[in-house]
């Protein structure tokens, strides 16, 4: 499953990155394999989505979110 098809309020682990710049990136601010990550809000048009990870707090784009394999919670 990948982080795009969460909804609101729901909350999965990190379990993979297939693309390494935004691996980088993500890893750069707190994210981090294994750990919880919340779906805060989601556009009205669906795009850019919340997510949140213990204090963090990123605004990422449904083409990356689809990047990130999840196992939701």
Do not use: C, W, Y
């Amino acid at each position: 499953m990948t982080l795009d098809l969460l909804k609101e309020n729901e909350t999965a682990t990190i379990e993979s990155i297939a693309d390494d710049s935004l691996a980088i990136q993500l890893l750069a601010m707190g994210f981090i394999l294994g750990g919880k990550v919340t779906v805060e809000r989601i556009a009205p048009l669906s795009d850019p989505i919340i997510i949140a990870s213990d204090n963090n707090h990123v605004s990422i784009r449904k083409k990356d979110a689809k990047h990130i394999q999840i196992n939701k919670i």
